[in-house]
């Protein structure tokens, strides 16, 4: 589904992914972890197509096309669905304005009539429910006055509304509490299934307790430095990267 | 090229889309300014010998008047003399069907909603009269009629009920007011009337369905709004719908009069033509609106401005009686070379007055847009209270925005509150809605009406919808 090679990217001059390869495919479920600053937030803002990022080497095909080709919200009509690590307040636009709006607008990119209120109704009430999330939600406007826990399961949220090929969550367990870590990573197994995937970023163990990954990655200083099984998460989570860089070093 | 520089180029490259020139066929006198004008222009329209005293005395206070500079617009002041201040207007050519009619402009009338027969009012083709809305118009007059309602053009309102013009016309905004309100007086030609009688609520939206009649508004309109004790009334003036005009100079009056316990909700939707995107053409829309609350009445204006290319207007609220409260809620978007310098004044002079300002600025393109507010608490006016809350976006980095509100205190007891922000759309704003794949100019329309909300929420929901689709259109870039 999403074939990344030797890829290479700036900001400001400075390089950050220094030739990163790695492949999704459907069905599957991913984890990067690595180091603050190592890269992981550029990679998946470079894959959803956030323009300050220069690409400067390699290529990401996706269902094989070239996703530089495309514009983040063609990128979005694909499938391709990002999780911020720092959701973007919009004041006055209400959730469901804006799900409302995202959602018509993929639909009207593959030539679709816009949803009927009541389906769309329906779609809400299904995918609240099965977040358990407040009613009252729906109508604030969005992400302004959330919690960070409240700002992170309505990216999931949106991500279950929207129903993505490829869903990436950046930190999405960082500022959930206990319950909130495990509704929310249940409301992904749930949306699962064999005809997509998922690239998690995390730092703890905690979330792949509940979501299982079939492949850990260590993104470390702009490269997959080392890929395992879940069982390579577990160890990471006991000796922290020190090993890692050693062995690099060595 | 970052998003926003990408953003500021559509915004500045985006053509005025709506701009149809209408020709219409006229009864016209010679241009020019002068006291014999406005004898013909009386006697042509069958006025009372008052009415043209009245106005006479509006062009002497005029003549010793100069053009206000104080407001922070900047334009080639239009010659007066070069005007035709009468010209009656005949009825255009009648097109056989919508196919006639530019496609590009149906295209917009799609995109704001307009209802197939208002197209067809619109652009010139002939109704059906079982549809036709002038009909409708007359059905609801009757309708109006039976609750003593009276709703008409000024000049019929002259002939009509002069006495309810005598005793009301020109107490809010006199002749002498201000240099154009004295301009307006002595030659206006159009306009409405409206009077809501004692302890009477009036059941519809005044002017929804008699939108089509005032598309084609007049160069010097006067309207005048009477809801006699306890009674409830909600106008809606202009049209979202595309109105380019070649009349460049637009001065207008608006009086609004709520006597005690009544309540006026006012909105305003304005699209003249505000020029092409080298700052050419356009219209300059000088208007003085005012309203007076007598004891525990309200008056509430919303306006949502997005059209002409010279916008000078302070909806305001004399405050007069007791527990009266004023609102004003407004948005003003600017583009290209478009200046609006608007605001309210609320003057409050009665005990526990209230008044609440919420000013909206948009300003794109090279465009500037300025708020313009006073507060004044006079000495009689125990426990007055005022919030006010002026914001201004911005979007790009040669748009322009300036808040001048001044605030005079000559009651101790006063409460005031003023905030105001000045913000950017974001690119994380913008790439956020892109990632979850709604296009810039689609989460440019979002992102701005989610901004405006507090404002739109105040009209009628019709108008609302209206409003929305028009804040996204007039800010959409060129590219689709
Ligand atoms: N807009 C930017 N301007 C300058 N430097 C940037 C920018 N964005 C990212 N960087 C730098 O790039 C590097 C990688 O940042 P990135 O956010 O991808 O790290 P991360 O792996 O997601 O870290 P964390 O675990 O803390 O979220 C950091 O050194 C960061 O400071
Ligand atoms: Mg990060």
């Excluded at chain 2, 919808?465 to 959409?476: D, F, N």
Aim: proline share 3%.
């Amino acid at each position: 589904m999403l074939k990344i090679k030797d890829l290479k990217v700036e900001i400001e001059g400075k390089e950050i992914i220094k030739g990163l390869s790695l492949e999704i495919n459907k069905g599957e479920v991913h984890a990067i972890m690595g180091p603050n600053g190592a890269g992981k937030s550029t990679l998946s803002a470079v894959i959803a197509g956030r323009d300050e990022y220069v690409v400067t080497g390699g290529s990401i095909e996706f269902e094989g096309e070239n996703l530089m080709d495309m514009v983040p919200e063609d990128r979005a009509h694909a499938g391709v669905f990002l999780s911020f690590q720092y959701p973007v307040e919009i004041p006055g636009v209400s959730v469901t304005n804006f799900i409302k709006t995202a959602l018509n607008e993929s639909r009207k990119a593959r030539g679709l009539e816009a949803m009927p209120a009541k389906d769309m109704l329906k779609l809400m009430r299904e995918k609240q429910a099965l977040l358990e999330m407040d009613k009252q939600f729906m109508s604030r406007s969005l992400n302004e006055g959330f919690s960070g826990g409240e700002k992170k399961r309505n990216e999931i949220f949106q991500m279950a509304i929207l129903d993505p090929k490829l869903s990436i969550l950046d930190e999405t367990d960082s500022g959930l509490d206990i319950d909130a870590l495990r509704i929310v990573a249940n409301g992904v197994n749930k949306l699962k299934n064999k005809d997509n995937a998922v690239m998690i970023i995390t730092h703890y163990q905690r979330l792949l307790d509940h979501i299982i990954p079939d492949f850990v990655h260590v993104l470390y200083d702009g490269k997959i430095v080392k890929s395992g099984d879940k069982n390579l998460a577990l160890e990471l989570e006991e000796k922290g990267y020190d090993w890692i860089k050693k062995e690099i070093e060595a | 090229m970052t998003e926003e520089d990408k953003l500021l180029e559509e915004v500045t490259s985006a053509e005025y889309k709506y701009g149809f020139v209408t020709d219409i066929d006229s009864d016209t006198i010679k241009n020019g300014l002068n006291e014999d004008v406005i004898r013909l222009i009386s006697s042509k329209k069958n006025e009372p010998e008052w009415l043209l005293e009245w106005r006479l005395e509006g062009f002497k206070k005029f003549k010793e008047l100069v053009e206000p500079e104080w407001a922070n617009v900047h334009y080639k002041k239009p010659d007066l003399q070069a005007i035709s201040y009468y010209s009656a207007p005949k009825p255009k050519k009648k097109l056989a069907s919508l196919d006639e009619v530019d496609p590009e402009l149906l295209k917009t009338f799609e995109k704001l909603g307009i209802s197939l027969d208002e197209q067809k009012m619109l652009t010139g083709v002939a109704v059906d009269i079982v549809v036709d809305s002038v009909s409708v118009a007359t059905s609801f007059k009757a309708k109006l009629g039976e609750l003593g309602i009276i709703f008409c053009s000024i000049s019929e309102a002259i002939q009509e009920h002069p006495e309810l013009v005598q005793k009301y016309l020109g107490t809010v905004v006199p002749q002498t007011d201000n240099y154009y309100a004295a301009l307006n007086s002595a030659v206006f030609t159009d306009g409405s009337f409206c009077y809501i009688p004692k302890g009477t609520r009036c059941p519809m939206e005044l002017s929804t369905y008699f939108r089509i009649n005032q598309a084609g508004t007049g160069q010097f309109e006067r309207t005048l709004l009477i809801a006699d004790e306890g009674s409830y009334v909600s106008y809606l003036e202009g049209c979202t719908a595309p109105s380019r005009d070649e009349n460049q100079l637009h001065a207008a009056v608006v009086e609004l009069i709520a006597l005690d316990e009544a309540e006026i909700k006012y909105s305003t939707v304005q699209n003249w033509y505000p020029g092409n995107k080298e700052g050419i053409g356009g219209v300059f829309n000088f208007v003085t609106k005012r309203g007076i609350c007598h004891k525990s009445a309200k008056i509430s204006w919303t306006q949502v401005e997005t059209g002409s290319a010279v916008t000078w207007k302070y909806p305001s609220c004399i405050l007069k009686g007791d527990n009266s409260i004023g609102e004003f809620f407004s948005v003003a978007v600017t583009n290209n070379f478009q200046q609006a310098d608007t605001g309210t004044k609320m003057i409050h002079i009665g005990k526990n007055t209230k008044s609440t300002i919420i000013s909206k600025g948009i300003a794109a393109g090279k465009s500037n847009s300025s708020y313009r507010g006073l507060v004044k608490i006079m000495k009689g006016a125990t426990n007055a209270r005022n919030f006010s809350q002026c914001d201004s976006l911005l979007m790009g980095d040669k748009s322009g925005s300036h808040t001048f509100p001044y605030i005079e205190v000559k009651n101790k007891s006063a409460r005031i509150e003023h905030e105001a922000t000045t913000s950017k759309i974001g690119e994380d704003q913008l790439f956020y809605c892109n990632q979850r794949g709604i296009g810039t100019d689609a989460a440019i329309g979002l992102i701005v009406n989610g901004y405006c909300k507090d404002v739109l929420n105040q009209l009628p929901m019709e108008f609302a919808v209206e409003a929305q689709k028009l804040l996204s259109l007039s800010l959409e870039g060129s590219v689709g």
